[in-house]
């Protein structure tokens, strides 16, 4: 697995991580321990080292006494951004955290918060079906040495192909919620999927067929070599497609096109 700089203080991860929700939480369904284990284990062998999870609980688990990357995860309206970075600075001075980030954050917020404490990682929503972090995020990113942690790199799901409008989703999915999810709106976006799906058999993953999931994210990290995405899975061999996007290799000509209009 070929490994990533996040931001310019030293974070290093590998380029494909894993995000941890979907496990138990959001999705409508959930697996056994022992499964979890098994995957969670079959991605260190395999070569991740970057792991998307909840703080306390998840330390207690770890066996671990500090936090290797501490986001404040959404900005408190009602707390001063500058007082949140000046409490992560005392963490980080105390050893009890290496490096700080951020999630959904503004772009006047991340410059008041990194002034105080410099951030190595923002994670935003970015994938090919929602872009707008490329309008005024990645630039700033790119600007103050800051490194971007894409979650839902796959579209919640749809970009896998997996979806039609169709397709039933389980009364405690929280997608259920989500206007992109409405059956209207992903017969729409079906074409969308189909080009995909059409693009990646002219490419090769692993002396495979690449996949439209592995087109998805091999797009996202073709476009900053300081992007590291964050794909969550309970399959093994979704794992291993996840994995596998890091071998596709896309042209310039290929990241350049532009996708929402084929």
Known sequence: ?????????????????????????????????????????????????????????????LGTDYIDLLYQHRVDPNVPIE??????????????????????AGANTIRKAHAVQPISALQNEYSLWFR??????IPLLEELGIGLVPYSP???????????????????????NSPRFSSEARKANLAFVQLLKGFASAKN?????????????SWLLAQKPWISPIPGTTKLHRLEENIGA????????????????G
């Open 1 to 61: 697995m070929k490994t990533r700089k996040l931001g310019s203080n030293g974070l290093e991860v590998s380029a494909i991580g894993f995000g941890c929700m979907g496990l138990n939480f959001s999705y409508g369904h959930s697996i056994g321990k022992e499964d979890s284990i098994s995957l969670l284990r079959a991605a260190v062998e395999k070569g991740i080292t970057f792991f998307d999870t909840a703080v306390e609980g998840s330390l207690k688990r």
């Open 83 to 104: 007082d949140v970075a000046g409490t992560v600075k005392d963490l980080i001075t105390e050893g009890k955290v290496k490096y700080f980030g951020l999630s959904e």
């Open 132 to 137: 707008k972090p490329e309008d005024e995020i």
């Open 154 to 176: 796959l579209g919640k799901g749809f970009l896998t192909g997996a979806f039609d409008e169709n397709t039933k989703l389980e009364a405690n999915d929280f997608r259920q």
């Open 205 to 217: 993953a692993t002396r495979m067929p690449a996949t439209p999931a592995q087109i998805a994210l």
């Open 246 to 261: 890091a071998s596709v290799e896309l042209t310039a000509q290929e990241c350049c096109r532009d996708y929402r209009r």
